[in-house]
């Protein structure tokens, strides 16, 4: 009876331990004063900001950068950037471990270890692309290349390779879509804890990744063709820009089937007094927003495949 | 904030925020300690970038309760779990913990002034007079809320299980 609702002396001393080493450890991450903490530090966000910033300003000034000092430039941002986001990633990671013990504890939902896994792989992709972009700045002396015409860079394909990278973020965006639906919101659009639109916003963002993937897979396949020689780059533009245009068209069409439904209920609830005419109009307008680019999209279709 | 004053608010709190949480987890050890080292880690998240509030051990009560709510409600939501057995797992809570545990939620779905009493009552140990001095109204008044809330209560508490052995 007597240490009933008592703390166990054992665990008051370790907590005390660990919030000791946690209030510690957290204030070696903290930024001193008048330094850049490099690595794990949120100052390393700004920095990488500004760095990219400046990247970009150099870049655009000088699209050749064959010169010595020109290349040495591109090549020290590049480095730099990949320092960046080598720290940046690492801290993903850390705080992607916290967020998993706290997950084993019961304390928070497997939502939130999604969220931070997808968080540590978009970085890790991130730091890939810059890792590309540097080899090829390295092997070409050029700024790196995106376009699908773009020459190969000492026998490689950084254009396919840097597509890819893209890819697999977006497939593991759409895992993570997938399971959320999955998991919580059919269960609980199901079960009447919440309106069917919430699950209807999920489906039509799964709906736009699954456009963004199939539009990198085509672009890919474009590439392919134009590196074997199959395709001129007068037809692989126009093939591009119909890849895109579909996309753009799919996306629309996914967001007007979304905003429609929404739209009637919103009507009806507008008769019965229960949201205001501007919440209507406000809906309206996306739906005609929407309306237009699906317009815009088939009406570029049309002209391409006169092209053909 | 200096690690001295967190270290201090510390050892001055853990033991009243432990008796608090244990009374509503049905002195459920593993919950409770879980509870309570992921309230000063959120006190720690928080008091470090604002400043520490006037009363360190009220807001961890108030945040420890809030935790408690959302494990249960996800822990419900995840399983409807019930203590196992049935098919020879042992339950992670004991029964009587785990009746425990859904009295303190159904308690905290009530009204906030409804919950207030009822938890000042039953898991406070609190008297009719102590509840009306902190609530600042009278002993009437706290007399009738119980009754209203006991009420509710008994609107919201799940049917007792046909197995298990402990309902009466």
Redesign the interface.
């Given at each position: 009876m007597s240490n009933?609702?008592?703390?166990?002396a054992k665990?008051?001393d370790r907590?005390?331990w660990?919030?000791?080493s946690?209030?510690?450890r957290?204030?070696r991450l903290k930024p001193a004063p008048g330094r850049i903490a490099v690595p794990r530090s949120i100052a390393a966000l700004g920095l990488a900001a500004g760095v990219l910033l400046l990247g970009v300003a150099a870049t655009k000034a000088a699209d050749l950068i064959k010169d010595s000092w020109r290349k040495k430039i591109e090549v020290a941002r590049l480095e730099t950037e990949v320092k960046i986001k080598t720290a940046f990633l690492e801290l993903k990671k850390e705080t992607a471990d916290e967020i998993e013990k706290?997950f084993s504890?019961?304390?928070i939902?497997e939502d939130a270890v999604l969220t931070a896994k997808l968080g540590v792989e978009r970085s890790a992709s991130d730091l890939e692309k810059s890792t590309l972009e540097l080899e090829e700045v390295r092997a070409s002396g050029e700024t790196p290349r995106d376009e699908l015409y773009a020459p190969l860079v000492g026998g490689r394909d950084f254009v396919s390779e840097r597509l890819e990278v893209e890819k697999k973020v977006l497939n593991l965006d759409l895992d993570l879509c997938r399971a959320r639906i999955e998991r919580t919101l059919r269960q609980r659009v199901d079960a009447g804890v919440l309106p069917k639109s919430a699950l209807d916003g999920f489906q039509a963002s799964l709906a736009v990744q699954e456009a963004a993937i199939a539009d990198i897979e085509n672009r890919l396949t474009l590439r392919k063709k134009f590196l074997a020689g199959e395709i001129s780059a007068a037809e692989l533009e126009v093939q591009t820009r119909m890849s895109a245009a579909e996309k753009d068209l799919r996306e629309a069409q996914s967001s007007i089937e979304t905003i429609r439904p929404h739209l009637e209920d919103l009507r009806a609830k507008e008769a019965a007094g229960l949201v205001t005419s501007d919440e209507v109009k406000g809906m309206q307008l996306s739906l005609d927003f929407a309306q237009a680019k699906a317009d815009l999209a088939v009406q570029q279709i049309e002209i391409l495949k006169q092209i053909k | 904030m200096q690690e001295e004053q967190w270290l201090r608010i510390y050892r001055e709190t853990v033991r009243p925020l432990y008796g608090y949480m244990a009374k509503r987890t049905g002195d459920n050890r593993a919950l409770t300690e879980d509870i309570v080292q992921e309230s000063y880690l959120r006190a720690l998240d928080r008091w470090r970038d604002k400043a520490v509030p006037d009363t360190p051990l009220a807001w961890l009560k108030q945040v420890a309760r809030n935790v408690l709510i959302d494990y249960l409600r996800r822990r419900k939501w995840d399983a409807d779990a019930g203590p196992a057995g049935a098919d020879g797992v042992e339950p992670r809570t004991p029964a009587d913990a785990f009746e425990s545990l859904e009295l303190f939620l159904a308690i905290a779905s009530l009204g906030r002034r409804k919950a207030r009493a009822l938890e000042a009552f039953y898991f406070d140990g609190l008297s009719v007079r102590e509840i009306a001095g902190e609530m600042a109204v009278s002993e009437r008044a706290v007399e009738g809320l119980l009754r209203r809330a006991r009420g509710s209560l008994k609107a919201v508490l799940p049917e007792p299980r046909p197995a298990g052995g402990n309902h009466v």
């Open positions: 009933r609702f008592e703390p166990d665990f008051v907590l005390e660990q919030l000791a946690e209030f510690r957290r204030d706290r504890l019961g304390l939902s | -």
